[in-house]
Each structure stands twice: as C-alpha cells, then as structure tokens.
C-alpha cells in the first residue's frame, strides 16, 4: 500500500506539470499556427516547456516503478483538472460553472478507479518480443491516425496519447527490469526498449503540438483518454495488472471509468467566458466602462478658403 501511495504523490506531482506544460504549448501553437512547427525550435519559451514536460515525464518513471500502470495512467487525468484553472488564470477569465462540474466528476471517477486498480508494486515486464510487437502495433495505428484529412487536431491528439500510453507501458518494462532484476542493468532488452520509449514519447510530443493548433481543451481531453486506455489494454492483457473487488470491483471501475469519461467530456465543451475589453481610460481610472466618456479625436480643421492656414 505504501508503494501506491507513493505512486499516486508522484503522479499528482507529474500531473500539474504536465498540465503547465500543455497550457505553454497551446499559448505557443495558437501564435505559431501559421508559421509551422519548425520555428518553435528557436522559441526559449518552447523549450520551457519541454522542460517542464521532461520533469513530468521523471515524476512519472518513478511512478511507475511504484505502482502498476492500472492506477499511474488513469491519474493522466488530473493534467486537464489541473489545466483548466491555469488556462483560466492565463486567458484572464473566471472557471465556469461546467468547468467545475466536470473537475469535480473526473476526480469523483478516478477515486473509484483508485479503490479497485490498487495493487502491490510491479513484478511483470513484456518480453522483447511483446515490445517489440506492441511498438509496431502502435506506430501503424499512429501513421493511420496521422493520415492528411479533416479534423487534424483530434486525431493527432489520439496518436498522442496512444503513443503516451505505450511509452508508459514500455518505461515500466525497462524501469522494473533495469531495477529489480539481477544480471546486468544495460542488457539488449533494456536498450531497445528505451529506444522505443524514446521515440514514442518525443512522437507524442511533437502530435501533441500539433493537435493543440486547434485549442486546448478537447485536443487535451482526447489525449487524456486515449493515454489511460492505451496503457491500461497493456497492463491488463500482458502484464497481470487485474482489478481487485471481483466482479464488485470490475463495476465499479466501470462505473469510475464513466464518471471520469463524462467529467473530461463537460470540461470540453466548457465554454470559455469571455473577457469584457474595459475602455483605456476607464481602466486606468478603475471607473465602469460605460461611465468613461470617448476619447475626442485630434483631428485638424480643413481650410474655409484655400491658402489660408487655421489653428487646430
């Protein structure tokens, strides 16, 4: 119990990182949207933002080390609970009252996922072979999913966080196997397999920019989904990480499951309320916008008679 725990601190701690990271980037791709993804490569604040996402995605190993992917990936979802107070903060607006609703389901779904994916540490990682599998699997979805077609920003975010979840599955695998199994650390299973976490998780990045073109909230929402589901196929079917409770169990992770679905689904359809613009004086002044007076215009007299000059 004490290595959930420590899993679940962990993953929280990712979470809002990740989650400063996405509003970063969705600032970023909305200002670049016409200048491609390239240019971003010399912005320090895209950098920034990679960084956050690299100490996020540290805080998310150790995670794993700690906790089975069943309880680490569904956590994924606080990013977007913690994203939309940030976006708020940054966009200058106040959280709707939808945008609480929805927060407060998916942390009501994730605490009943919590009570039934609990489990001791984990002992299992996928054989070379499985990885290797999984890996092509996975890139073939991928390449369909970034096929040219209408709504790029939504499929993009699905190969996202399909991409996310398997780099998850697949750190698991070189984290237990690099720590808890005797021989050598640096075996060929390890390296390959980091390669493949490497390359899927610098994949799901570079998707994840691209589909936050279109907005943050449901390109992150998808992401947020497709991440959990992803990995939790994984860890259910090749890894031995079931659910406890029995049958009671299985519903209630259903049931968590759909509460959280639902929470995500009204965070993005949340709409954004709008900024009223304070007329400059007013807001120097901190007087209503109606009160202030227009600003007269200085605009100078035409002459009566041409040739001769008149005070403006």
């Known amino acids: ?25 969705e600032r970023l791709a909305a200002r670049s ?20 996402n690299a100490g996020a995605a540290l805080l998310h190993v150790v995670a794993l080390k700690y906790g089975p992917l069943t309880v680490v990936q ?3 979802a606080l990013t977007l609970v913690a994203a939309v ?28 996922l919590l009570l039934t994916a609990s489990g001791s ?21 991928i390449g369909l999913l970034s096929r ?26 070189v984290t237990v196997a ?18 493949l976490v490497a390359a899927f998780a610098v994949g799901g990045l570079f998707l994840s920019q691209t589909a936050y073109k279109g907005g943050l909230g449901a390109p992150l929402a998808v992401v947020t989904l497709s991440n959990p589901v992803a990995a939790s196929v994984i860890g259910l079917t090749l890894l031995g990480q079931g659910l406890r409770g029995g049958a009671a169990g299985v519903l209630l992770a259903l049931a968590g499951a ?28 901190a007087l209503k916008p109606e009160t202030a007076t227009p600003e007269p215009a200085l605009v100078p007299r035409q002459p009566v008679d041409p040739g001769h000059l008149t005070p403006l």
């Open 121 to 141: 540490a984990p002992d299992q990682v996928l054989s070379l072979t499985e990885a290797v599998t999984v890996a092509g699997a996975t890139a073939a979805l």
């Open 148 to 173: 040219p077609g209408t709504r790029p920003g939504l499929r993009h975010a699905t190969a996202s966080g399909f991409a996310s979840g398997v780099a998850s599955a697949l750190t698991q695998t």
């Open 1 to 25: 119990m004490t290595a959930t725990l420590i899993a679940v601190a962990l993953s929280l701690v990712s979470a809002v990182a990740y989650a400063a990271a996405a509003v970063a980037q």
């Open 258 to 285: 759909g509460l959280a679905a639902w929470g995500v689904v009204l965070l993005t359809r949340a709409t954004p309320v709008p900024v009223e613009e304070e007329h400059p004086v007013a807001a120097v002044l």
């Open 33 to 52: 949207a016409e200048t491609g993804t390239l240019r971003l490569l010399g912005a320090g604040a895209w950098w920034a933002s990679v960084g956050l």
């Open 178 to 195: 690099a720590t808890d199994r005797s021989g050598s650390v640096i075996g060929l299973q390890v390296v390959l397999v980091a390669v």
């Open 85 to 112: 107070p940030m976006g708020a903060r940054v966009a200058g607006r106040k959280v709707s009252a939808t945008e609480w609703r929805g927060t407060a389901l998916t942390l009501a779904g994730l605490a009943a």
């Open 74 to 76: 569904p956590l994924g």
